[in-house]
């Protein structure tokens, strides 16, 4: 096998190891994609929800009804609580990437399944507030366009969790929450 294929195959396992710890969320006519934070919440991208007190978790094809439990649009995050747990499990937590890095965005489809998309770490930095004056630890640029994966998890390298990808302001590109 060579390093194009191993790279591949790498990347196809990393999808899906973090496969339950993804969820698609529908909020009204959107569908866009959760991470599973707790079997009993999970957390998306608040500017996808609108004005949605409910939403549709679908993993693996079993959907389930969640409320929101909370949101910060200042921080762009959103906490829905699932009326029954799902099984899943957070993947570790990462450290800071370097520009350069290769980045995994998985996302969900509509059935719950995951999708995953190759990004490479733009620009980094340290804590910065949002244009809506919310304070976020670190910033992670990505070098790609998000859909239907954003509010899902993002993974470096070794599978460890950076944390959520999101369009970011005037939705000119993906950051990383």
């Keep these: 096998m060579d390093i194009i294929e191993q790279l591949s195959a790498a990347l196809a396992d990393r999808v ?5 710890a993804v969820v698609a969320l529908q909020a009204g006519s959107r569908q866009r994609s959760g991470i599973l934070w707790r079997p009993d919440v999970v957390v998306t991208s608040e500017q996808i929800v609108g004005e949605q007190a409910t939403a549709v978790i679908v993993q693996g094809g079993t959907k389930l009804t969640a409320k929101l439990a909370g949101r910060d649009p200042t921080t762009n995050v959103a906490v829905f609580r699932l009326e029954t747990p799902l099984t899943g499990a957070l993947p570790a937590l990462g450290s800071a990437p370097r520009v350069g890095s290769l980045a995994l965005v998985v996302g969900a489809d509509r059935g719950g399944a995951p999708t995953g998309r190759l990004a490479m770490v733009h620009a ?6 949002s244009m809506a004056g919310g304070r976020i630890d ?3 640029r990505l070098d790609v366009r998000l859909g239907a994966d954003e509010g899902g998890p993002v993974l470096d390298q070794a599978g460890a969790l950076l944390g959520m990808s999101t369009s970011g302001p005037r939705r000119r590109g993906p950051d990383v929450d």
């Design 16 to 20: 899906a190891a973090s496969a339950n």
């Design 124 to 129: 980094t930095g340290p804590a910065w507030h």
């Design 138 to 140: 670190t910033l992670i």
